[in-house]
């Protein structure tokens, strides 16, 4: 059973940047994973931050945070990160890691999209003060 514990969350300053860290356990050898960060306000609906895979495809972003957001991967340690720079209020949120069932492809480009994913941390708190 795939699982995943989010990290790093925290408060910032608007201006400020945080990294969140997202472990991952139970992956299956020589399977390729697509694995991707969101976000949800309360009351909101989760949406989609970043996507990348642990196979050769170029990452992906949502439009609010190209140029600020980066994410990126170490295979060696199952872990996938989410660089996050000129934070602002608006970025406030509970950060979620997700991951799918993974495949043999090596690769696949990854949506950033919550109904291709099948497995979720339990967030982690991200708060930017202005």
């Known amino acids: 059973q795939v699982q995943l514990v989010e990290s790093g969350g925290g408060s910032v300053q608007a201006g400020g940047s945080l990294r969140l860290s997202c472990s991952a356990s139970?992956?299956?050898?020589?399977?390729?994973?697509?694995m991707a960060w969101f976000r949800q306000v309360p009351g909101g609906e989760r949406e989609g931050v970043a996507s990348i895979y642990t196979g050769i495809a170029d990452p992906a972003y949502v439009d609010s945070v190209k140029g600020r957001f980066t994410i990126s991967r170490d295979n060696d340690k199952n872990t996938v990160y989410l660089e996050m720079h000129e934070l602002a209020p608006e970025d406030t949120a509970i950060y979620y890691c997700?991951?799918?069932?993974?495949?043999?492809?090596?690769?696949?480009?990854?949506?950033?999209?919550?109904?291709?994913?099948?497995?979720w941390g339990q967030g982690t708190q991200v708060t930017v003060s202005s």
């Open positions: 997700a991951a799918d069932r993974g495949r043999y492809y090596r690769s696949v480009q990854c949506a950033v999209d919550q109904s291709h994913y099948n497995y």
């Open positions: 139970g992956f299956s050898q020589g399977r390729y994973y697509c």
